[in-house]
């Protein structure tokens, strides 16, 4: 849809999201998570004889990406206007560089309320509460991704007392939610 540039470089995309709808009474989410690839490099020297490719060192890499998207009253996403879809392979100070830099353009400081949602790497979470300021945002949340908060209501649950049982652990968690079941 639109070639990534430098921070402050925007695309038709990015225009065109903040045209459409402007922050004012909206809320804005704000998503951010890593992930992994094998970048491929050639190996070295020549090929080894018998063989026909030179072959590959894979080492892994930790691309960030980032997902903004309007709100609407009801808390779902807002299919009048297009996500903006963007992935660095830079550091943590060049991603929120690139966030900072979407914010500003699509004028997240008049949102209604903007949600900032990442998995559990304390990297984010430091930051998060200083671009706000930065942006003069408001009203702002910082919530755990549906995944990551599953898998670590899944380790509590782990750490219960194996003399519950199965059925009473059972109606603690049930498919990965609490309950309001009580384990007495």
Same mark, same amino acid.
């Given at each position: 849809?639109?070639?990534?540039?430098?921070?402050?470089?925007?695309?038709?995309?990015?225009?065109?999201?903040?045209?459409?709808?402007?922050?004012?009474?909206?809320?804005?989410?704000?998503?951010?998570?890593?992930?992994?690839?094998?970048?491929?490099?050639?190996?070295?020297?020549?090929?080894?004889?018998?063989?026909?490719?030179?072959?590959?060192?894979?080492?892994?890499?930790?691309?960030?990406?980032?997902?903004?998207?309007?709100?609407?009253?009801?808390?779902?996403?807002?299919?009048?206007?297009?996500?903006?879809?963007?992935?660095?392979? @830079? #550091?943590?100070?060049?991603?929120?560089?690139?966030?900072? *830099?979407? +914010? &500003? !353009?699509?004028?997240?400081? $008049? %949102?209604?309320?903007?949600?900032?949602? @990442? #998995?559990?790497?304390?990297?984010?979470?430091?930051?998060? *509460?200083? +671009? &706000? !300021?930065?942006?003069?945002? $408001? %009203?702002?949340?910082?919530?755990?991704?549906?995944?990551?908060?599953?898998?670590?209501?899944?380790?509590?649950a782990e750490q219960l007392p194996?003399?519950?049982?199965?059925?009473?652990?059972?109606?603690?968690?049930?498919?990965?939610?609490?309950?309001?079941?009580?384990?007495?």
């Amino acid at each position: 849809m639109y070639a990534p540039g430098p921070a402050g470089d925007f695309t038709p995309a990015t225009d065109q999201f903040s045209r459409d709808r402007r922050a004012e009474t909206r809320s804005l989410l704000v998503c951010i998570d890593g992930g992994r690839l094998r970048e491929r490099s050639p190996k070295a020297g020549r090929r080894p004889a018998g063989q026909k490719r030179q072959g590959y060192h894979t080492d892994w890499r930790e691309p960030t990406q980032v997902v903004i998207q309007w709100l609407n009253e009801q808390g779902r996403k807002c299919n009048e206007t297009l996500p903006i879809y963007d992935a660095t392979m @830079a #550091d943590i100070d060049g991603v929120f560089q690139l966030l900072e *830099s979407y +914010l &500003a !353009q699509i004028g997240a400081g $008049n %949102a209604d309320f903007v949600i900032f949602c @990442a #998995d559990g790497a304390r990297r984010y979470w430091a930051r998060f *509460s200083a +671009l &706000a !300021q930065k942006l003069k945002i $408001n %009203a702002h949340a910082e919530i755990i991704d549906y995944t990551h908060a599953k898998q670590n209501l899944w380790l509590l649950a782990e750490q219960l007392p194996k003399k519950l049982g199965v059925q009473k652990q059972a109606t603690l968690f049930k498919n990965g939610k609490p309950c309001s079941g009580r384990a007495s």
